[in-house]
């Protein structure tokens, strides 16, 4: 195979096992869709540390928000040093910096949240003063609210990390999304998946976005046939939801769209205190092409609803 010194594509991504393995998964779709990506060198995996993963021992709601895993990333976008960047959806904030934009999304994996218990129990059977780690307030608060007799940890760290901390005992049990761990070949872990009737998916989990300038047609170009259409409608009514509430990370927010493939789309949201009291949820259907309004009028039913300072009070 011939070996292209000066790379056509310059991907940036964070460093992560599991963001690896979804850049890797990005790259060999491109390679698929575009034979002259499939050269030796054409495409070249740029690796940016971010604030978020080089601090690790704060949530990120103490340290700035769900920005910190993409503010280096999106500069060396900006500048040039990278063509494009992989994102998991789930990580981006709902305003992106000038002149950037998510163009195309891959098809999601199962947004649900994995529960991981290290003696094999069911999130129902956990006795009574359980530990859970987790590092999201969304899983914290959630959890909370359907267990208050639960004690929640905070747990930072890549997903190893995560589970070898759960093998140290430094916590009972803890949650993980379902789409990272089967990236990483790791689903077999999960002792069982738990329902979104129980623990609400994240805005936009499982799917992973493809960052670019808005002004390179050559980029936007290669990555148009990546694009999965479904993927992109279903997050664009959660981004819209989560848009009139709050973008950061540092409020409980779950929600999920769900296409009929029939040409309807149904959404469910929530937001929740940080000590699970007090929970607000509703839910929308109508046509898919309707997505980011039915998304947004969610959210805003939930800011009429909630208690004057209630988002202050969580944020």
Request: hydrophobic share 45%; proline share 5%; aromatic share 2%.
């Amino acid at each position: 195979m011939a070996v292209t010194t000066t790379p056509q594509l310059r991907v940036g991504t964070r460093g992560s096992p599991l963001a690896r393995a979804q850049t890797a998964e990005v790259c060999a779709r491109l390679a698929a869709a575009h034979p002259s990506l499939r050269e030796d060198g054409a495409i070249e995996q740029v690796i940016i540390k971010t604030t978020g993963d080089m601090v690790r021992d704060r949530v990120l709601a103490d340290i700035g928000g769900k920005g910190l895993f993409t503010k280096e990333i999106e500069e060396a976008l900006a500048d040039g040093r990278i063509d494009c960047a992989v994102h998991s959806m789930k990580d981006m904030p709902t305003r992106l910096p000038d002149g950037l934009a998510i163009v195309c999304m891959l098809p999601r994996e199962d947004p649900r949240d994995a529960f991981i218990d290290r003696d094999g129990r069911s999130f129902a059977d956990l006795p009574s003063g359980a530990v859970v780690g987790t590092a999201s307030l969304r899983r914290a608060a959630q959890v909370l609210h359907r267990r208050p007799d639960l004690a929640v940890v905070p747990l930072r760290g890549n997903v190893h990390t995560r589970l070898r901390k759960l093998q140290e005992h430094q916590f009972d049990c803890t949650l993980l999304a379902l789409a990272g761990l089967r990236r990483l070949s790791l689903d077999a872990v999960a002792t069982h998946v738990m329902d979104t009737a129980d623990m609400l998916s994240a805005v936009a989990q499982g799917a992973i976005g493809i960052e670019a300038r808005v002004d390179d047609e050559r980029v936007r170009n290669l990555l148009k046939p990546l694009d999965h259409g479904p993927t992109t409608t279903a997050v664009a009514a959660e981004r819209a939801f989560l848009d009139r509430l709050d973008g950061s990370c540092r409020t409980p927010i779950a929600a999920l769209a769900l296409l009929d493939g029939k040409g309807g789309l149904s959404l469910r949201g929530l937001v929740v205190s940080l000590d699970g009291k007090m929970l607000f949820e509703t839910a929308r259907e109508g046509p898919e092409t309707a997505a980011v309004r039915l998304g947004a009028d969610a959210g805003e039913e939930l800011r009429s609803r909630m208690p004057a300072g209630f988002l202050a009070e969580v944020t």
